[in-house]
């Protein structure tokens, strides 16, 4: 017996000239590409706008373009979703998650918070729309900290879900917070020893860091920030040499920007290329081009999901 087969589905044939069929197509559907700075830098060069999760959740809220095309991962995607759910919203490619969206269950989540019923719950926008729509307040590695700032010291929180973020945010507010213990799997693996050693053969060199890193990691920077802070940092600072402890396809705008600085993207624990954002970077141009050409894959989600989830993005829009 022989399994009968199928025609493969036709895919369009790829344009020679990506970059012009990317604008041909952003014409005729009236769409917006919005991208992380962790992209590929052919990506990031056809962006409309670049920046980091609150800026792009900005953007997202406040667009007129009919499609969004979300250069980014399934979190950032979602989140403008939930913020447009009458707008078609488009990612490269549907398998680009976040260890740190993973790592938190619905489940385990609900079961967590129900050990602390007295708690504000602020999640970090780095979660599935489950986790938000059980979320008090969203934040960003931008805001965080601004954001605790103003909730009563006498209100007890919990944070969710990056430990590291969280604990970063306990060290400038001086507020305690019961953590969830999920991390970033490239941020986690920055080597302490590595960036001490590269500090000692480079004794001119800044550091600047992003605050998922584990706060050993942070102790050697002169500056921790979100990736918008760390690019307008590398821009406005005097130093001419930076060791940038985030992903490093971040160092694509502070090289355009800065083109007479020298930036080093700081080492991860072992000889890979795990300083890369593995999800971030399973998107490319002509996954970009074919997910505008084919109006797919779509980013859906319950519209019960999305109301909940909706409530906690806006108080983070309106108190940032
Ligand atoms: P920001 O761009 O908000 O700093 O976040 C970094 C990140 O890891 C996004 O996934
Ligand atoms: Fe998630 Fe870390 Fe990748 Fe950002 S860099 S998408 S936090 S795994």
Not at 48 to 61: E, F, M, N
Not at 219 to 245: C, F, M, P
Request: overall charge negative; charged content about 20%; hydrophobic content about 40%.
């Amino acid at each position: 017996m022989f399994a009968t087969l199928r025609p493969p589905i036709a895919q369009p044939a790829i344009p020679i000239d990506l970059v012009e069929a990317i604008h041909s197509l952003k014409r005729d559907l009236n769409a917006v590409i919005l991208a992380h700075y962790y992209q590929d830098s052919d990506i990031q060069d056809v962006a409309d706008y670049l920046g980091d999760s609150l800026g792009l959740s900005q953007q997202a809220a406040n667009t007129k373009a009919d499609v969004i095309v979300f250069a980014g991962v399934h979190f950032m995607a979602e989140t403008a979703k939930i913020l447009n759910p009458t707008k078609l919203v488009l990612l490269p490619d549907v398998n680009a998650g976040c260890s740190l969206a993973d790592g938190c269950p619905p489940d385990e989540f609900a079961r967590f918070k129900s050990l602390h019923p007295e708690h504000f719950v602020i999640s970090y926008i780095n979660c599935t729309a489950e986790i938000k729509a059980m979320s008090d307040l969203i934040c960003t590695s931008s805001n965080a900290v601004r954001l605790v700032e103003q909730i009563s010291p006498h209100q007890p929180i919990l944070f969710a879900p990056d430990q590291h973020l969280g604990r970063y945010v306990m060290n400038e507010t001086g507020r305690n917070m019961v953590l969830w213990p999920g991390s970033c799997m490239v941020h986690e693996n920055f080597s302490e020893k590595k960036i001490a050693q590269l500090q000692m053969s480079h004794p001119d060199a800044g550091v600047i860091a992003h605050p998922e890193c584990e706060i050993g990691v942070l102790r050697h920077a002169h500056y921790v920030g979100s990736t918008t802070a760390l690019l307008k940092y590398a821009q406005e600072s005097d130093w001419n040499t930076l060791i940038v402890v985030t992903e490093p396809g971040i160092i694509h705008q502070m090289q355009k920007q800065s083109p007479q600085k020298h930036f080093i993207p700081a080492p991860p624990m072992g000889n890979c290329a795990c300083n890369e954002c593995p999800h971030m970077r399973l998107n490319t141009l002509e996954k970009l081009y074919l997910c505008m050409k084919n109006k797919s894959p779509e980013v859906t989600l319950p519209e019960s999901i999305r109301r909940e989830a909706l409530r906690p993005i806006q108080r983070m829009l309106a108190m940032s």
